[in-house]
């Protein structure tokens, strides 16, 4: 009987959270620690001439100094995901350039001091003489006839071309539609701003030659795999990684970073350890940025609300140089889901990814399935104002149905891959009704009357998560050329208290509580019991991390496996402590026992210390009750949903109010209502920050003009309304708890929703469109534009 | 980003271009001028002490007079460097003379990088106003 699972579960990490006793990478402090700041280029586009350390070498309390040519011998990062045929051109980081830049904040040297005030003050000193080049910021520009060229490999700018569907159908689908409607939608760059800057510590033991690296990040064992095998040249078994407690993270620790070798290798040179962490600006400048899309799309509908055909090409800004896995975000994570929770017979998508002199794009919560969605929840309420229709009727008359699933998309998902469940309809009816749908378009008509512009937006959303099946992503060509399967370890040790771990990491999940809240009911034992930990190549089964949403549809069932072994071996031992026949016995909430008979017991504290004394077990079995499962998932999973904004535009001003945000989830059986709330709110309020506030802004010589929080608008408690959060329940075929995943449905769903209520609520003024953000000033000149 | 404005000075054109002209003259009006010397005619390298907001620090950089036309106008190449960023600009400064007075224009489109971008550009339009108003004013007592 579930005791723990479905509970709102107060979450285990709090109390050392809250009371300022969790250990970030900023905590650590190693005797002997060297402190580095790295010098980066000024410039989006330049060749370094020359680079003279001398003077910041012999100021006080600097160590060393290094530039790029310290380094030759390591090589350029890894770019995992080679979709497009990348391999050819794909351009990545040194751990610090050498002779060129292609964005501002690429790091070109680094000084090792006693302190960080002397690390930073000497980079004043480096006196470095550049050739600047002719910059280009925009993807579509990128590649048209005389733009600069960024790399020699990589003509036009562009770094790779990608499709999926089918063209030919598509464009006489298109041809034989009674509407066809084009629209040129912009998917605004921004920076992830995770609370907790990155960071990383790297230390060096001679007499082992074994490498310590401390690091912010969201798959420490990756990171390991790539900084030895990859950049290094070391064998893996030669280096730990950790991540101590991280905060926040949202993508932008997925990936390997310069940073992170760079001290590894400070910290072998100088026989010292080496801590760099970096400033606000340096996160804005030199850590990975999400979206940057610029689309064209063609939507076409019979009369009747049909859609028929979705074409879509798309410009990706990828930056100046290839993140770890930048290529898999705008093609199988957003092109593969363009077709949303619809029919629609033919669809193609063209996506060019293009390098531009600025920083390197890549996964950004949700990654790719926000920029799908806000493709395909846009045309559906574009064809319901063409047509005249109700936008929500228009989503019921495209909706696939519960009986269609598994349903392959006509985008293609690859390798077999299909919609696992979902009943889109439902969510949707459950939204209209909570939000009073039918009350509301009469109170929007009343105050139009009154010179007030109310506005009702939806957005039903399904995306792809759990990733993934290494069918699916181990393919060469398209995926990472690695699985991605998740890694459990359970040992119920001799008094019967329980330690797991995990492949996966968390940096803010609540996974320790989750995780555990499984452990507990399954083995029937106080939730206090358990420990769960993470994030450490030691101790912990090699995992591939958490991002794409699979820390519980595919970690947590890594775990839920590796518990039913556990309970089958404690369930035979049970039966011999019992002197009774294996079939005959059953395990229940933390008990063995005869069928019938559960007041004589074994407790699982009993067997688990007869597993450990080992002095009497049955023929051939092997002490303790300790496994490890490795689970590869058959699919992907899909969750759904539909959110629903109203807002009030005031035409004056321009400003946006958001007056009611309720969203309705379906992720499958929630394992803890309160941690999947705050996912989703959080969630939520990034999707309102790319709808209203956040844009990360260059000017056209490559500098960031965003590049501190003065600027980068990042939404307070004000600007977000009360969150009506609720869920229906669909499970998940794919794996044995029916989990789909919930860390970015909130963020994928929000932004169509709010830009089109926004767009409901000026439609009197007949705007189809404004890009995102839609601050005040692009509201007010959209209804200028549109001519009262 | 650009930049302009026009000042008057009480002096006639001829003056205010031979002020313009003389070294010694713009080392002491320009605002946080440490070092100052003219590398050959009209090639200036200068060292300054300047703070744009939260953005502080010493800039190394030279100005080249690229065109002129003695007394009504001349062309501008200015570039220089520090550890808070760049600038990189070509300014157009005109003379007209008005009665007695000079008017004094410029404009000019800089490119700024680095910190100074990143950090400070909200601020640089109206701070170079600010020098920029502090260099006329000290032109006008040399006048």
Same mark, same amino acid.
């Given at each position: 009987?579930?005791?723990?699972?479905?509970?709102?579960?107060?979450?285990?990490?709090?109390?050392?959270?809250?009371?300022?006793?969790?250990?970030?990478?900023?905590?650590?402090?190693?005797?002997?620690?060297?402190?580095?700041?790295?010098?980066?280029?000024?410039?989006?586009?330049?060749?370094?001439?020359?680079?003279?350390?001398?003077?910041?070498?012999?100021?006080?309390?600097?160590?060393?100094?290094?530039?790029?040519?310290?380094?030759?011998?390591?090589?350029?990062?890894?770019?995992?995901?080679?979709?497009?045929?990348?391999?050819?051109?794909?351009?990545?980081?040194?751990?610090?350039?050498?002779?060129?830049?292609?964005?501002?904040?690429?790091?070109?040297?680094?000084? %090792?001091?006693?302190?960080?005030?002397?690390?930073?003050?000497?980079?004043?000193?480096?006196?470095?003489?550049?050739?600047?080049?002719?910059?280009?910021?925009?993807?579509?520009?990128?590649t048209e006839a005389g733009a600069p060229q960024l790399h020699e490999n990589a003509p036009d700018n562009i770094c790779m071309t990608w499709e999926c569907g089918d063209q030919d159908g598509t464009d006489r689908a298109l041809g034989a539609s009674d509407v066809v409607i084009r629209e040129h939608l912009t998917n605004q760059r921004l920076i992830p701003t995770a609370m907790e800057p990155r960071g990383a510590i790297g230390s060096y033991d001679p007499g082992t030659e074994e490498y310590t690296v401390w690091m912010t990040s969201q798959a420490p064992h990756v990171m390991r795999l790539l900084m030895t095998a990859f950049v290094m040249g070391i064998p893996e078994t030669k280096m730990r990684c950790l991540s101590p407690q991280v905060g926040g993270a949202f993508g932008s620790k997925i990936f390997l970073y310069p940073e992170y070798p760079m001290v590894a290798v400070l910290a072998q040179k100088l026989g010292r350890p080496v801590k760099w962490t970096e400033s606000r600006q340096e996160n804005y400048i030199a850590t990975t940025h999400g979206r940057d899309h610029q689309t064209d799309f063609e939507v076409g509908a019979l009369r009747d609300g049909t859609i028929t055909a979705l074409k879509v090409t798309t410009y990706a800004n990828l930056g100046g140089t290839l993140s770890t896995i930048a290529p898999g975000i705008p093609t199988s994570l957003y092109g593969s889901m363009l077709s949303g929770t619809y029919k629609i017979p033919h669809l193609h998508c063209q996506v060019y990814g293009v390098y531009?002199?600025?920083?390197? %794009?890549?996964?950004?919560?949700?990654?790719?399935?926000?920029?799908?969605?806000?493709?395909?929840?846009?045309?559906?309420?574009?064809?319901?104002?063409?047509?005249?229709?109700?936008?929500?009727?228009?989503?019921?008359?495209?909706?696939?149905?519960?009986?269609?699933?598994?349903?392959?998309?006509?985008?293609?998902?690859?390798?077999?891959?299909?919609?696992?469940?979902?009943?889109?309809?439902?969510?949707?009816?459950?939204?209209?009704?909570?939000?009073?749908?039918?009350?509301?378009?009469?109170?929007?008509?009343?105050?139009?009357?009154?010179?007030?512009?109310?506005?009702?937006?939806?957005?039903?959303?399904?995306?792809?998560?759990?990733?993934?099946?290494?069918?699916?992503?181990?393919?060469?060509?398209?995926?990472?050329?690695?699985?991605?399967?998740?890694?459990?370890?359970?040992?119920?040790?001799?008094?019967?208290?329980?330690?797991? !771990?995990?492949?996966?990491?968390?940096?803010?999940?609540?996974?320790?509580?989750?995780?555990?809240?499984?452990?507990?009911?399954?083995?029937?034992?106080?939730?206090?019991?358990?420990? *769960?930990?993470?994030?450490?190549?030691?101790?912990?089964?090699?995992?591939?991390?958490?991002?794409?949403?699979?820390?519980?549809?595919?970690?947590?069932?890594?775990?839920?496996?590796?518990?039913?072994?556990?309970?089958?071996?404690?369930?035979?031992?049970?039966?011999?402590?019992?002197?009774?026949?294996?079939?005959?016995?059953?395990?229940?909430?933390?008990? *063995?026992?005869?069928?019938?008979? #559960?007041?004589?017991?074994?407790?699982?504290?009993?067997?688990?210390?007869?597993?450990?004394?080992?002095?009497?077990?049955?023929?051939?079995?092997?002490?303790?009750?300790?496994?490890?499962?490795?689970?590869?998932?058959?699919?992907?999973?899909?969750?759904?949903?539909?959110?629903?904004?109203? %807002?009030?535009?005031?035409?004056?001003?321009?400003?946006?109010?958001?007056?009611?945000?309720?969203?309705?989830?379906?992720?499958?059986?929630?394992?803890? #209502?309160?941690?999947?709330?705050?996912?989703?709110?959080?969630?939520?309020?990034?999707?309102?920050?790319?709808?209203?506030?956040?844009?990360?802004?260059?000017?056209?010589?490559?500098?960031?003009?965003?590049?501190?929080?003065?600027?980068?608008?990042?939404?307070?408690?004000?600007?977000?309304?009360?969150?009506?959060?609720?869920?229906? %329940?669909?499970?998940?075929?794919?794996?044995?708890?029916?989990?789909?995943?919930?860390?970015?449905?909130?963020?994928?769903?929000?932004?169509?929703?709010?830009?089109?209520?926004?767009?409901?609520?000026?439609?009197?003024?007949?705007?189809?469109?404004?890009?995102?953000?839609?601050?005040?000033?692009?509201?007010?000149?959209?209804?200028?534009?549109?001519?009262? | 980003?650009?930049?302009?404005?026009?000042? !008057?000075?009480?002096?006639?054109?001829?003056?205010?271009?031979?002020?313009?002209?003389?070294?010694?003259?713009?080392?002491?009006?320009?605002?946080?001028?440490?070092?100052?010397?003219?590398?050959?005619?009209?090639?200036?390298?200068?060292?300054?002490?300047?703070?744009?907001?939260?953005?502080?620090?010493?800039?190394?950089?030279?100005?080249?007079? !690229?065109?002129?036309?003695?007394?009504?106008?001349?062309?501008?190449?200015?570039?220089?460097?520090?550890?808070?960023?760049?600038?990189?600009?070509?300014?157009?400064?005109?003379?007209?003379?008005?009665?007695?007075? !000079? *008017?004094?224009?410029?404009?000019?489109?800089?490119?700024?990088?680095?910190?100074?971008?990143?950090?400070?550009?909200?601020?640089?339009?109206?701070?170079?106003?600010?020098?920029?108003?502090?260099?006329?004013?000290?032109?006008?007592?040399?006048?």
């Amino acid at each position: 009987m579930a005791k723990y699972v479905g509970a709102r579960q107060k979450r285990v990490e709090d109390p050392r959270l809250i009371t300022g006793n969790a250990r970030y990478l900023e905590d650590v402090q190693l005797p002997g620690m060297l402190h580095a700041a790295v010098l980066r280029s000024p410039y989006a586009h330049a060749r370094i001439d020359s680079i003279d350390t001398s003077a910041a070498s012999r100021l006080p309390g600097v160590v060393a100094v290094f530039t790029g040519q310290d380094f030759a011998d390591l090589n350029p990062l890894p770019c995992a995901w080679q979709a497009g045929g990348v391999t050819n051109n794909a351009n990545t980081p040194r751990v610090l350039e050498i002779d060129k830049v292609t964005h501002t904040g690429m790091g070109i040297a680094v000084v %090792v001091a006693e302190d960080r005030y002397a690390a930073e003050d000497a980079l004043a000193h480096i006196e470095v003489a550049y050739s600047v080049l002719p910059t280009v910021v925009d993807a579509k520009k990128a590649t048209e006839a005389g733009a600069p060229q960024l790399h020699e490999n990589a003509p036009d700018n562009i770094c790779m071309t990608w499709e999926c569907g089918d063209q030919d159908g598509t464009d006489r689908a298109l041809g034989a539609s009674d509407v066809v409607i084009r629209e040129h939608l912009t998917n605004q760059r921004l920076i992830p701003t995770a609370m907790e800057p990155r960071g990383a510590i790297g230390s060096y033991d001679p007499g082992t030659e074994e490498y310590t690296v401390w690091m912010t990040s969201q798959a420490p064992h990756v990171m390991r795999l790539l900084m030895t095998a990859f950049v290094m040249g070391i064998p893996e078994t030669k280096m730990r990684c950790l991540s101590p407690q991280v905060g926040g993270a949202f993508g932008s620790k997925i990936f390997l970073y310069p940073e992170y070798p760079m001290v590894a290798v400070l910290a072998q040179k100088l026989g010292r350890p080496v801590k760099w962490t970096e400033s606000r600006q340096e996160n804005y400048i030199a850590t990975t940025h999400g979206r940057d899309h610029q689309t064209d799309f063609e939507v076409g509908a019979l009369r009747d609300g049909t859609i028929t055909a979705l074409k879509v090409t798309t410009y990706a800004n990828l930056g100046g140089t290839l993140s770890t896995i930048a290529p898999g975000i705008p093609t199988s994570l957003y092109g593969s889901m363009l077709s949303g929770t619809y029919k629609i017979p033919h669809l193609h998508c063209q996506v060019y990814g293009v390098y531009t002199n600025t920083a390197m %794009v890549d996964a950004y919560r949700g990654a790719g399935r926000p920029e799908a969605t806000f493709v395909i929840e846009r045309a559906v309420d574009l064809v319901a104002r063409e047509l005249n229709l109700d936008p929500a009727e228009v989503r019921r008359k495209n909706f696939i149905q519960p009986e269609d699933f598994p349903y392959e998309p006509a985008s293609n998902l690859l390798n077999g891959l299909a919609y696992d469940s979902g009943e889109y309809e439902k969510a949707l009816e459950r939204a209209l009704e909570q939000v009073g749908y039918r009350e509301f378009r009469q109170e929007q008509q009343e105050a139009r009357q009154q010179g007030r512009y109310l506005g009702i937006g939806l957005s039903s959303y399904v995306e792809i998560c759990g990733v993934a099946p290494s069918k699916w992503v181990g393919l060469p060509g398209e995926g990472w050329g690695a699985g991605l399967w998740e890694s459990a370890n359970v040992r119920v040790h001799l008094t019967g208290k329980t330690v797991v !771990t995990t492949g996966s990491q968390s940096h803010g999940q609540g996974l320790e509580t989750t995780m555990a809240q499984v452990v507990a009911d399954e083995l029937g034992i106080p939730i206090e019991d358990i420990e *769960v930990k993470h994030s450490d190549t030691m101790s912990t089964p090699f995992g591939y991390g958490t991002y794409g949403s699979r820390s519980a549809a595919v970690g947590t069932i890594a775990l839920y496996n590796s518990v039913q072994r556990i309970k089958e071996k404690a369930r035979k031992l049970g039966a011999h402590m019992l002197e009774a026949s294996e079939e005959d016995v059953v395990y229940q909430d933390g008990n *063995v026992f005869v069928k019938g008979s #559960p007041e004589q017991a074994k407790t699982i504290q009993e067997i688990a210390g007869a597993a450990a004394v080992a002095y009497d077990l049955p023929a051939g079995m092997e002490p303790f009750l300790d496994d490890t499962a490795y689970y590869d998932p058959p699919n992907c999973t899909y969750p759904f949903g539909t959110h629903i904004c109203i %807002v009030e535009v005031d035409t004056d001003t321009g400003r946006v109010e958001i007056k009611r945000y309720l969203s309705v989830d379906d992720c499958g059986p929630v394992i803890n #209502p309160l941690i999947a709330d705050g996912q989703v709110q959080g969630g939520i309020t990034q999707g309102i920050a790319q709808a209203l506030y956040e844009f990360a802004a260059y000017d056209d010589s490559g500098q960031l003009l965003t590049a501190s929080m003065m600027d980068y608008a990042i939404p307070k408690a004000e600007h977000l309304p009360h969150f009506e959060n609720s869920h229906t %329940v669909t499970p998940s075929p794919v794996n044995p708890m029916g989990i789909k995943g919930i860390g970015e449905a909130g963020t994928i769903a929000s932004a169509p929703a709010v830009v089109n209520a926004v767009v409901d609520a000026l439609s009197p003024f007949g705007i189809r469109d404004i890009n995102m953000p839609l601050t005040p000033q692009a509201v007010w000149r959209a209804i200028q534009e549109a001519g009262r | 980003m650009k930049v302009e404005g026009s000042h !008057t000075i009480p002096a006639p054109r001829e003056r205010v271009w031979e002020l313009l002209n003389d070294p010694d003259v713009l080392a002491r009006c320009t605002p946080g001028v440490s070092k100052m010397e003219a590398e050959r005619e009209g090639f200036y390298r200068a060292t300054l002490q300047l703070s744009i907001g939260p953005v502080k620090g010493r800039f190394e950089g030279h100005m080249e007079v !690229t065109d002129s036309r003695e007394p009504e106008a001349m062309t501008l190449t200015i570039e220089g460097s520090g550890a808070p960023g760049g600038v990189r600009a070509v300014g157009h400064i005109t003379l007209e003379q008005e009665g007695e007075q !000079t *008017v004094v224009s410029y404009h000019g489109q800089p490119q700024i990088s680095g910190r100074l971008a990143a950090v400070g550009a909200r601020l640089l339009s109206g701070v170079a106003k600010k020098l920029a108003g502090q260099f006329f004013n000290r032109l006008s007592e040399e006048s």
